[in-house]
């Protein structure tokens, strides 16, 4: 990565509600976690220092852990030590901002604060009146979107989140998002200046996605069945596993030649009703033989789970990008997705994958039957998704971060010499 003429050496990074040690896949970590670490683990190979900042959940969680060099981790006293749901942590926030200021004294000064997720950019846009360093902001999901395609059951956004999202646009000095579909919402929802919006597609992490022996890494798992399907994410109504356990139900009902089993891969999310909620489905629906729940995987083991499905399922309502697509398609294995939100972008409709305009398991299971079939076609769209995804490295998305850092930096400069 460039680093000549490079006017930051240190950023801070607000990650309030979920930690960056947390592994993908349990409670509310996901992506954006993945996404941090990413980031600032390629930052730290230009020489840039990353202070990731989130909040103690724990009494063993340690003041401060060094992920790698230039890469630390802070925890910070804000409520009781224990989890709390996100929709309660904007009480706690007065108590984050203090415990951060006195860290900042201690830790910094940042040439930049970078927030993710809505209540950090809260944080993060007061920190910013005593640091005076500029404000990146990634939202990673967006609560009006997520209010316009609720699953059934699925609760709405909460008017709180709704405002506070709409202050932090305001407020930041840049808007990094994945997508031009997530730019156009920022502007259309939330009033965004598209001047502020930077669109900065993530990346994937080639030394561990990548195509492999699927022989192998079925044995690793002790797949029994001829075909294998996979749905990795958190187990929540916005994620539909249940479209994934409902398409198996039908494939088995339209083609009970195929012999097929799906891999469940993920954690509760928001409550531990949603795992019981699928077994019985799956029960009722005569799949539970062919459904197997996993854990949430570490990236190693993940991979092998990509390599070792025929298809990964992703029938969310919706997805500010979709990073486990991205991450499956490296691995060579198509995608079968809902056609929302970033996942419009991180699948090649017919190319490297399918993208559906419903969540009806007959349709989803007519278009797994298809593909199943074909073994041809099957193998032309893995070969096309490793070169697509192979081709997002975390590396480039970390160049574009660090320019869009350096021009911030740079333009109080160039507005005092004009």
Excluded at 137 to 152: C, E, I, P, Q, W
Excluded at 308 to 328: N, Q, R, T
Excluded at 363 to 382: F, I, T
Excluded at 390 to 414: F, N, S, T
Aim: charged content about 20%; glycine content about 10%.
């Amino acid at each position: 990565m460039e680093t000549f003429d490079q006017p930051i050496r240190r950023v801070g990074v607000l990650s309030v509600h979920s930690s960056p040690l947390a592994p993908p896949g349990v409670g509310d970590s996901g992506g954006m976690n993945v996404t941090v670490r990413a980031l600032a683990g390629e930052l730290a190979r230009a020489g840039i220092e990353s202070d990731l900042y989130t909040r103690a959940t724990s009494p063993d969680d340690p003041p401060v852990v060094e992920v790698e060099p230039g890469v630390r981790v802070l925890h910070l006293p804000a409520g009781p030590l224990a989890p709390i749901p996100k929709q309660h942590l904007p009480r706690y926030l007065c108590a984050f901002l203090c415990s951060l200021l006195r860290a900042g004294e201690r830790h910094g000064p940042y040439d930049v604060l970078h927030s993710h997720y809505w209540v950090s950019g809260w944080v993060a846009r007061l920190a910013r009146e005593r640091w005076d360093s500029p404000v990146v902001h990634s939202f990673h999901t967006l609560g009006r979107v997520k209010n316009l395609s609720l699953a059934d059951g699925d609760q709405p956004e909460p008017p709180a989140r709704l405002a506070g999202e709409e202050r932090v646009a305001a407020a930041a000095d840049r808007l990094i998002v994945p997508t031009p579909a997530e730019a156009r919402q920022l502007v259309e929802l939330y009033g965004a200046s598209p001047a502020k919006v930077s669109i900065v597609p993530h990346g994937v992490d080639r030394g561990r996605f990548h195509p492999g022996d699927r022989a192998a890494a079925r044995a690793a798992l002790g797949v029994t069945h001829r075909h294998v399907l996979a749905f990795v994410g958190r187990l929540q109504p916005l994620k539909a596993p249940d479209v994934a356990v409902l398409t198996l139900a039908a494939l088995a009902r339209q083609r009970p030649d195929l012999d097929v089993e799906l891999l469940v891969v993920g954690g509760a999310s928001g409550g531990d009703g949603e795992p019981a909620r699928l077994r019985r489905l799956a029960t009722a629906n005569g799949v539970a033989d062919r459904v197997r729940f996993l854990a949430p995987q570490p990236h190693d083991r993940l991979a092998t789970i990509y390599q070792a499905a025929d298809l990964v399922l992703m029938p969310s309502w919706s997805e500010s990008f979709g990073l486990v697509a991205l991450e499956a398609q490296a691995c060579g294995t198509p995608v079968v997705a809902a056609g929302v939100g970033g996942l419009l972008h991180a699948v090649g409709d017919g190319t490297t994958g399918v993208l559906l305009a419903n969540h009806q398991p007959d349709c989803w299971a007519e278009v797994v039957a298809q593909l199943l079939s074909s073994p041809r076609r099957l193998a032309a769209m893995g070969a096309a998704a490793a070169r697509f995804a192979g081709a997002h490295g975390w590396d480039q998305a970390a160049a574009r971060l660090l320019e869009i850092y350096g021009d911030l930096v740079r333009e109080p400069v160039l507005e005092q010499m004009g």
